[in-house]
């Protein structure tokens, strides 16, 4: 959850660092801190809050050096404060690292290093692993055995960086488990390492992924790659094709606003490359999945967390309507405590925008115990869901910085409706006709994507009429019910408002108690086969004095009366019609929050990339 950068070379590392920080901001934001070596000596800077505050006492107290480390923290032990910002600096003042998850063993390790004379300055488990380094230096041995010997110690997942002013000309990185990514970055004469590809794209697209119970050697020249235990492994560098200026906010007031427009680009992409409207052919090359391993499938089982979940649950009807093969969907927290009945013959589909998500790699490891097939849709170029899978779908959507997640919600939406088509093709179970009529429908993704974009004034007018409400019920049906749980979460998490989502005809089970005057209705109801049915529904939550939002096809003119708003969307395919249903409530809860005057990019509470449990 935590964003780090760290830098060695020959340019000053403060600015560098601080601005790889300010594009990880998103991963953690309720402290922030920085060490270089000056000098020869650590120089430390920690505050908390944003990273603003930080870059002020940076100003006040400026540090410069050639090599240096930073760190945004989402707290988990320890509360958001200067003291337990990281970097974590030990007693000698000579080794200072950042950190990435949670030593599960630290208040062991604390009480063993106490009773041996250590002095804790902070709250968190992190500082254990600085004392512990620093214990085996002690014992003489360099600062890479140090760091080995103490990662040999402690429980958990976790991504560390460490340096020390005893020797200046490197930087050690290491991965264990999944508790984010560790990336090397190669420049020329200057080597970065970071939690996530965004902080160091503006100076290298040549990258290393660190695997678990990997470490890294970084150097001004080179990385050496290790396993914890000794063993070389030979440095593969990708070259990441993500364009830098795609994680720059550019003329809009705040990412979420951006990334919502860029989905006009975005599902262009997610076709390109994967849809051959000349033959009627979807490829979907990197999946790894032949016609002899798709026929043993009995069962898809799509597991993920939040938003990628609601993507899930669209897959679902998907899948069973075009693929005919069963389809669950699974809240990966769940799915990998459940002990699920899976098997070799199970398609394990994750969903995940980060690649990075403790329970969605958890269930991904489940899955594999249980010997079932493990594929992955994912956005982060060489992130652990990436790399783990069998074969694997990336999201061509380019960096996602607001925490709201958007665009990286369509994409999949569309990615899950190629899987269904190509799964089918590769079964045999798909007529030439519905293959043609599949694939033609796919055509008019990006020019209805932007109708629906340029509707945003008309968004921003029932935002501005509703902005001062307290709770609010979004309804939906069939393909189109977890877009109402999407729309619903969208508002929450970015204008803590309260809204609960039911399937549509579960309402006259309980929540049509809570319909009056001031909790208003948000129906999704474009013309599908449940629309006589949410028809009625809607009439019913009328009845009962509801203010009603509808979500509606151009044209309806039933929606047109009974709507006390009407958010308008262009007729389209009906297995289509969540993507284009989705554009307006992201716009809908983007507009009410950014009314409120809520930090839209970076919620409260809230992370980008949730890598613990
Ligand atoms: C989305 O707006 C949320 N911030 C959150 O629910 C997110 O979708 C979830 O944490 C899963 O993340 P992932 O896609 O990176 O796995």
Known sequence: MCGIVGYIGEKNATPIILGGLKKLEYRGYDSAGIAVIEEGNIELRRDVGKLVNLEKLVEQQPLSGKIGIGHTRWATHGAPSAKNAHPHIGETGDVVIVHNGIVENYLELKEELEAEGAHFNSETDT????????????????????????????????????????????????????????????????????????????????????????????????????????????????????????????????????????????????????????????????????????????????????????????????????????????????????????????????????????????????????????????????????????????MQVGPEIGVASTKAFTAPLVDLYLFAIYLADLRGTLSEEERYRSIYDLRVIPDLAGKCLKREDAVREVAEKIKDIHNILYLGRGINMPIAYEGALKLKEISYIHAEAYPAGEMKHGPIALIDQDMPVLAIMPKDQWYEKMLSQVEQAKARGGILILVATDGDERAGELGDDVLWIPEAPWMLTPVFATIPLQMLAYHIAAIRGLDVDQPRNLAKSVTVE
């Not at 490829?283 to 799509?302: C, Q, S, T």
């Not at 990075?356 to 079932?372: F, S, V």
Request: proline fraction near 2%; aromatic fraction near 6%; include cysteine.
């Open 127 to 394: 500082e254990t692993i600085v004392h512990l380094i620093e214990r085996n230096l002690g014992s003489g041995v360099s600062l890479e055995k140090a760091v080995r010997l103490s990662l040999q110690r402690i429980k958990g997942a976790h991504g560390i960086v460490v340096i020390s002013s005893k020797e200046p000309d490197k930087i050690i990185a290491a991965r264990i488990g999944n508790a984010g990514g560790v990336v090397i970055g190669y420049g020329e004469g200057e080597m970065f390492v970071a939690s996530d590809i965004p902080a160091i794209l503006e100076y290298t697209r040549r990258m290393s992924f660190l695997e678990s119970q990997q470490m890294a050697v970084v150097t001004r020249e080179n990385a050496t790659i290790t396993t914890l235990d000794g063993k070389a492994v030979p440095a593969k560098i990708d070259t990441i094709a993500w364009d830098p200026v795609a994680a720059v906010k550019g003329n809009y007031r705040h990412f979420m606003q951006k990334e919502i427009h860029e989905q006009a680009r975005s599902l262009i992409d997610t076709l390109t490359g994967r849809v051959d409207f000349e033959n009627n052919r979807i490829n979907l090359m990197n999946l790894n999945l032949d016609a002899e391993k798709a026929r043993k499938f009995n069962k898809v089982i799509i597991t993920a967390c939040g938003t990628a979940y609601h993507a899930g649950l669209v897959g679902k009807t998907m899948i069973e309507t075009i693929a005919r093969i069963p389809t669950e969907v699974d809240i990966a927290s769940e799915f990998r405590y459940r002990d699920p009945l899976v098997d070799e013959n199970t398609c394990v589909l994750t969903i995940s925008q980060s690649g990075e998500t403790a329970d969605t790699l958890a269930a991904m490891e489940e899955a594999r115990n249980k010997k079932a097939m493990v594929f992955s849709i994912v956005n982060a170029i060489g992130s652990q869901a990436m790399r783990v899978a069998d074969g694997y779908i990336s």
